[in-house]
């Protein structure tokens, strides 16, 4: 497919393609940049997200396990970006690893902005929100399933922010439902 868009073939589409043009428009993004569309360039492609998301992965271990040593911290992002089924898709021209990277740059964004003081979370700005809005699309564009991350992603981040500014306790259970199920 990236092949067709380096062509300049835009409206050719395969029909056994079932996902978003996402990493083939990046594709030929990448390859118009080098001037070469071969698949070494297309397989490089994804050296990108390979090397982001260990560093994305501890960023975010860290934030959520604030009291974790580094070494921890490192060994478990070391770990989950080998994971057998994320760590072959590096080497490939597949939408896995630009896909899970960028919902990993979405949690990260979205998390970082409610790790400000209140006042800076209840009011993001231009910048933050247009990065935020980046991040959802190309997750979504890469693989379309990621909606469903998207929206957990934005969900959390709102119970997050409405915590932040004192409108939710994230520790009492939520009106009525533990007493509904124990009758």
Known sequence: QTQAYCAGRWSEWDEKITTFPGLYVL????????????????????????LAMPWLLHALLSRYHPHASRA???ANAA???????LFFFHFLYYTDSAATCSVLWLLWLLDS????APRTAAHPTLARRLGEA??????????????????????SSALRELHAVGRLSLHEPFPGSLR????
């Open 27 to 50: 594709g030929f993004a990448v390859a118009w940049l080098r001037g070469s569309c071969d698949l070494p360039t297309l397989r490089a492609v994804n050296l990108a997200p390979a």
């Open 72 to 74: 921890d911290l490192a």
């Open 79 to 85: 770990v989950l970006t080998l994971l057998p089924t």
């Open 113 to 116: 902005r409610n790790g400000d």
């Open 134 to 155: 980046c991040a959802a699309a190309a997750a979504i564009g890469f693989r379309q399933t990621n909606a469903v991350w998207v929206a957990f992603a934005i969900a």
């Open 180 to 183: 509904v199920l124990a009758s």
